[in-house]
T-cell receptor, first 111, second 115 residues
Framework: GENVEQHPSTLSVQEGDSAVIKCTYS??????FPWYKQELGKRPQLIID?????GEKKDQRIAVTLNKTAKHFSLHITETQPEDSAVYFC??????????FGSGTKLNVKP | DAGVIQSPRHEVTEMGQEVTLRCKPI?????LFWYRQTMMRGLELLIY????????DSGMPEDRFSAKMPNASFSTLKIQPSEPRDSAVYFC?????????????FGEGSRLTVL
């Protein structure tokens, strides 16, 4: 099966700084790579996703980059704000319609 | 659409009791997933269904766990008998299901505590 590794497990940044979270995967046939944000006590919610035919996607302060050759993808948050504090999960969808999640990154944005 | 609906939101039960968690996926979605979330193990996929048929149940911990999807709008996850180590948040999620196209929508989760 797929093996998704996510780093770092915790990340603390100053408000206004950038945050980068990285994930690697093992199955080269995987073709959809979403990122989820989970606030304390809430459900995971999609914040951005990228498909295998695209190298980068941006949505305001959030961007995702994908390197299919190296099998890794990253979440970039610029100009971080306290409300960005949450746990972020990467995920990979393989061609059997099965989602695999990373272990999560707890982001703390200090005001 | 109201989104994925789960019940109960919270359940406290004693070891040995049967627990049934329920899920209503988003109308029109043909894939349904059950996940378990704990601090130690993160988000674990227990089982998923496509068009009401169980496709992969390799994540189901043991025979005490069973899941059904009798129709496109309802699924249950049952634990019998429950044990303290089953305490976790159980999420149901649904998607449109075609490989490479489906955003996963989560319900609000069912927090289970087994004493």
């Amino acid at each position: 099966g797929e093996n998704v590794e996510q780093h770092p497990s915790t990340l603390s940044v100053q408000e206004g700084d950038s945050a980068v979270i990285k994930c690697t995967y093992s199955d080269s046939a995987s073709n959809y790579f979403p990122w989820y944000k989970q606030e304390l006590g809430k459900r995971p919610q999609l914040i951005i996703d990228i498909r295998s035919n695209v190298g980068e996607k941006k949505d305001q302060r959030i961007a995702v980059t994908l390197n299919k050759t190296a099998k890794h993808f990253s979440l970039h948050i610029t100009e971080t704000q306290p409300e960005d504090s949450a746990v972020y999960f990467c995920a990979v969808l393989n061609n059997f319609n099965k989602f695999y999640f990373g272990s999560g990154t707890k982001l703390n944005v200090k005001p | 659409d109201a989104g994925v609906i789960q019940s109960p939101r919270h359940e406290v039960t004693e070891m040995g009791q049967e627990v049934t968690l329920r899920c209503k996926p988003i109308s029109g979605h043909n894939s349904l997933f059950w996940y378990r979330q704990t601090m130690m193990r993160g988000l674990e996929l227990l089982i998923y269904f496509n068009n009401n048929v169980p496709i992969d149940d390799s994540g189901m911990p043991e025979d005490r766990f069973s899941a059904k999807m009798p129709n496109a709008s309802f699924s249950t996850l049952k634990i019998q008998p429950s044990e303290p180590r089953d305490s976790a948040v159980y999420f149901c999620a649904s998607s449109l299901g075609q490989a490479g196209t489906g955003e996963l929508f989560f319900g609000e989760g069912s927090r289970l505590t087994v004493l």
